[in-house]
């Protein structure tokens, strides 16, 4: 029972689960378990010797994976496609990198045409707060407050910049 050893019929113990199996009915002790499921008793001949079942081969990490990222609904997911910046390899690009409120960093790649209104939609849509956002240079010390403004009009050509939220 449960890929365990047989049971000897010659043990007064099993008497009674052994007369059940030859009236092909399902064993009193087994009823609780069976709750109305299918049973496969198998009876081995009295010379044919044990053999356990092969256990399953198991690989691990064989499954397939989600990533948190991934559960996001997509309305979210909607609006982070359509805020993104979208490059255009033929004209000049600039690497800007974005120090968070939370302290972690992220790096955009846009041309030197976006406008710091576009970057900061970026951001919003990489890492929404839902909060009043500000960006400012580090340095020389100056907020971005003008959204209309080209990232190089605004200087921050390969710059560094730090968010504020309120």
Known sequence: MDDGPPRKLNDPA???FL???NRGVVPRE???LAGGADLNIELLR?????KPPAKPKIVAFSGAGQSIG???NSGSATKAAACTIVLDESKPTTTIQVRLNDGSRLTIKCNHTH???????HIEALKPSGKAMELRCSYPNKVLSD???SVSAAGILNASIVQRLF
Do not use: I
């Open 46 to 50: 009295k010379n044919e010797e044990y």
């Open 30 to 32: 087994l009823e609780e």
């Open 14 to 16: 099993n008497k009674g």
């Open 70 to 72: 991934a559960v996001a």
């Open 19 to 21: 007369t059940d199996v």
């Open 147 to 149: 959204d209309t403004q």
């Open 115 to 121: 406008t710091v209104g576009d970057v900061r939609s």
